[in-house]
């Protein structure tokens, strides 16, 4: 038997399992365990400092929280609970109506002892806030990241989307833009095939007939022609809105609940969704090298996505530039975490739901205001007076159109609230109050939307004159002033020069929302909606169906807000 050598102290953990193994030495196991007791006492004792430096901060932060909250005016709270049991009994744009009406313009609710909600509802300081304010709730980024990947738009922390933003912001604003505003007869043929087909079945309602609508706009401009002959078109739709009714509940878990079979339902949906966008984009892909192929003077085959081929002129514009956020998402220029087609699918779910709120409120007006149909009508008539091309629609030239798409905005935002938060600092407004980091920021924009002290006395009623101005003796004229009742007293707009004023010269206007986070996409849905309507409303009148009800007070469907009950429409063709 070999003798025990001695162990220096020098000696590593290494060395000793090699002197261990070579020798035979009867103290090599305590020895071991003995090193390992101490290590894992070590790691014990690191970890117990780390967690309690952690608490420690918590502790803190709360402490901080609460000191700052209590500057910040509200009703008084309680419960341990906070505000939440309040805001579960009633609506909460009712509980921060009220609560604005007795506190002022910024109030504070508890909606849990560590979670604090400041709703502003001052236009000037909601335009200082959503300027500064530039994360979202970490909640909506959770509910895109579950849904569709990991992606850089749609996420709460600004840093993170900056970037996509602005390409997706040139993109939009430029050629897309372009190509909104010119709606091809085949895209109008195809949703109205679709609505004829319904309407053979039985009747058709706002709210089918806004989304698929909705639907159509979006992916007849973003994909091209192939989106209108694709075959899986009726498949995504109906994907689309069924993720889009779980999406919120799924990502409202902390940990996500990997133990619960209707999640794993859910994440199939999801996959599904994943692998029909890449198809419509191979399609595109096809379309646009077939395309290329076919024209000698465009040889460049970085795919736009097949877009080109919706435009009857196109230009040279398909030649790839590195800002064109499309081509950056189809040829993989994307960071390695990035999910194919994420930020496609994201813009796509987003743009679906918003702009199928928008018209579906836009054809409840229209039905429920006949003489402004009429007046509208009207207006596309003498717009089209010298334009040759069946296609081109001359939308500037409708401003009563324009004003009727802004107050059909006005009247029905896409949600009740906009959110913000900042993630990491404390900012302060202009009136002295500190919003502590991480808390929940609201404009509860239905409010400040129907505001009298914004909008005047008619607020809550469809006015769509108070955004033009009547020109006359060089100076404009406004009619926003006249009390309720002035559509009926004016002129037709035929007869009248009217000059549209600018939305946003109201701060108190925010369908699209405002300042740093705001909708990328308010331009370019503006005029597809338009150019969409000036064809439609051209071929077609739309009418309530006879005995049909309307309901405009909104209710919450899929996160965007609906008309409750969607009154029973039809289209009547004018030659007919
Ligand atoms: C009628 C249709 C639409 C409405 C009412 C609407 C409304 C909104 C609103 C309220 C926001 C949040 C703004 C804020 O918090 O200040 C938003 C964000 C956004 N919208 Fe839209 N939107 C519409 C259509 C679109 C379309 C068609 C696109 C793109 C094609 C788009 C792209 C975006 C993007 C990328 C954001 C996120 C910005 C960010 O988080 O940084 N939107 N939209």
């Known amino acids: 038997m070999k003798s025990c050598e001695p162990v220096t102290p020098t000696t590593t953990f290494l060395a000793f399992l090699r002197y261990s193994s070579s020798s035979e030495n009867c103290n090599s196991q305590e020895l071991l365990r003995d ?24 502790v803190a932060k709360l402490f901080k929280l609460w000191a700052q909250a209590r500057k910040i005016p509200g009703p008084p709270c309680s419960s341990f609970y906070g505000h939440s049991n309040l805001i579960s009994r009633e609506n909460l744009t009712d509980v921060l109506l009220v609560s604005h009406k007795k506190y002022g313009s910024v109030v504070k609710l508890w909606l849990g002892p560590t979670q ?85 079945k039985g009747s058709i309602d706002c709210k089918m007939v806004s989304q698929h609508m909705a639907f159509t706009l979006l992916g007849a401009t973003l994909f091209g022609d192939a989106f209108l002959v694709w075959s899986e078109a009726t498949v995504y739709e109906e994907l689309l809105m069924m993720i889009a009714k779980d999406a919120c509940f799924w990502a409202s878990y902390a940990v996500t609940p990997v133990w619960k079979k209707g999640f794993w339902r859910y994440q199939r949906l999801c996959t599904k969704l994943k692998c029909l966008t890449q198809d419509i984009v191979q399609q595109c892909r096809r379309n646009y090298k077939l395309f290329c192929h076919g024209d000698g003077n465009l040889h460049n085959e970085t795919a736009n996505m097949g877009m080109e081929s919706v435009s009857a002129t196109p230009s040279c514009s398909c030649v790839e530039r ?38 579906g409120n836009l054809l409840e007006r229209l039905v429920t205001h006949p003489e402004i149909q009429d007046k509208i009508y009207s207006e596309i008539i003498t717009a089209r007076k010298g334009l040759i091309k069946q296609d081109q629609q001359c939308v500037d030239k409708m401003p009563l159109l324009l004003a009727t798409v802004y107050e059909s905005a006005r009247l029905l935002p896409s949600g009740p609230l906009l959110q913000r938060c900042s993630l990491k600092n404390d900012f302060n407004l202009k009136t002295g109050v500190t919003i502590p980091a991480g808390a929940v920021l609201v404009v509860p924009v239905q409010l400040v939307q129907m505001d009298d002290s914004s909008w005047g006395k008619d607020a809550s009623e469809f006015n769509p004159y108070r955004f033009l101005s009547k020109s006359g003796n060089g100076s404009d004229l406004l009619l926003n002033t006249s009390p309720t009742g002035v559509a009926e007293e004016l002129v037709s707009p035929c007869k009248s020069k009217f000059v549209l004023n600018d939305p946003n010269d109201n701060v108190a206007f925010l369908p699209f929302g405002s300042g740093t986070r705001a909708c990328v996409g308010q331009k370019f849905v503006i005029q597809g909606v338009m150019a969409l309507f000036a064809s439609l409303l051209e071929q077609y009148e739309i009418r309530l169906q006879p005995g049909s009800q309307c309901d405009l007070n909104p209710s919450m469907n899929l996160g965007v807000f609906q008309p409750p009950l969607s009154p029973k429409i039809v289209f009547v063709g004018r030659n007919s």
């Open 116 to 200: 604090l909600l400041v709703s502003v509802k001052d236009p000037a300081l909601i335009k200082e806030m959503l300027i500064k304010a530039e994360d979202k709730l970490p909640l909506t980024g959770r509910a895109f990241h579950l849904a569709f990947g990991p992606s850089s738009l749609f996420a709460s922390s600004f840093d993170k989307v900056q970037r996509r933003r602005e390409s997706l912001a040139t993109e939009l604003n430029g050629r897309l833009i372009e190509r909104a505003s010119v709606i091809p007869t085949k895209v109008v043929d195809c949703i109205m095939g679709r609505i004829h087909k319904l309407m053979d």
């Open 35 to 58: 090193f390992a007791t101490r290590e894992l006492n070590a790691f014990l004792w690191i970890s117990l400092i780390a967690i309690t430096a952690l608490l420690l901060r918590k």
């Open 322 to 359: 590195p800002d064109n956020f499309f081509s950056n998402e189809l040829n993989g220029h994307l960071s390695a975490r990035e999910e194919p087609c994420g930020n496609i699918m994201g813009v796509m779910f987003h743009g679906c739901l918003t702009t199928a709120g928008l018209i």
